[in-house]
């Protein structure tokens, strides 16, 4: 590590008392995060609580992973950012995932509500959590069109798991007929999406959406109907109330 001068340590904790953030401070002197940090911590003592991922719960971390395929994204140049993208319109699975985010991490998101646009960003600042995501997922370019398990052969548990909060994130539910559909612009998560079905014994359809306008990329959907729309809601147990309806629970 850097030895500093004693001026520049009196700068770290003087911008410190000024409520500057860890990120704030090590851009303004431009200093090493880890040397800064390193000053904080003996000044002040720990003053976030780390990251500590549970990978014994295998249900949990595949579900998190499922969310983040459909609603996730990560800036790995902005502080390994990870957030999650959810309507404002699904607030009590808002809950339910900050709580399933802290069971995982044992640490609370962040929550950012922005009424005016629809959306709540359920956010992290961790390069342990982005390294763990891209040990199970891979993308190249913009995610939403190439994201995909890097593969399905995987237990029965964790294939449920990511479904779940795959079908949480994107998936829809119709309200007055047995029906339930998952979207994606990602033409191998569709297919894997397809496969993992198939697994857990169900005959979905599969069709490829396209849209005529030039610049949009075609959308793939995996359906169920009727007895099997019903049985899979039983099976993988949504999290997110807006999925669940009356038909699937008689």
Not at 89 to 113: G, R
Not at 168 to 192: A, E, F, L, P
Not at 197 to 214: E, I, Q, T, V, W
Not at 222 to 232: G, H, P, R, T
Request: proline share 2%; net charge positive; aromatic share 12%.
């Amino acid at each position: 590590m850097r030895i500093l001068t004693k001026e520049q340590v009196e700068k770290i904790l003087n911008l410190r008392k000024k409520g500057k953030s860890l990120t704030e401070i090590y851009k303004i002197l431009e200093l090493k995060k880890t040397t800064v940090y390193y000053h904080l911590r003996k000044n002040f003592g720990r003053s976030y609580k780390l990251v500590n991922i549970r990978q014994d719960d295998i249900e949990l971390l595949s579900e998190m992973l499922g969310v983040f395929a459909a609603d996730g994204g990560a800036v790995p140049q902005s502080d390994y950012q990870i957030v999650f993208y959810i309507g404002m319109n699904e607030e009590k699975y808002i809950k339910k995932l900050t709580v399933l985010l802290h069971k995982l991490f044992s640490k609370e998101p962040k929550v950012y509500k922005y009424k005016k646009i629809n959306k709540c960003l359920i956010k992290y600042k961790s390069k342990d959590i982005y390294l763990f995501i891209r040990k199970y997922l891979l993308w190249e370019g913009k995610k939403t069109y190439s994201v995909r398990l890097k593969t399905i052969n995987q237990n029965i548990e964790f294939l449920i798991g990511f479904l779940r909060g795959y079908f949480d994130g994107d998936g829809y539910s119709v309200k007055d007929y047995k029906k339930i559909s998952i979207g994606t612009s990602s033409i191998k998560m569709s297919q894997q999406l397809f496969k993992i079905m198939k697994k857990l014994g169900f005959n979905p359809a599969y069709k490829k959406h396209a849209d005529r306008r030039s610049n949009r990329k075609p959308h793939y959907i995996i359906s169920l109907k009727s007895q099997e729309a019903k049985d899979f809601i039983m099976k993988i147990q949504p999290n997110n109330p807006n999925r669940i309806r009356k038909w699937a629970m008689g």
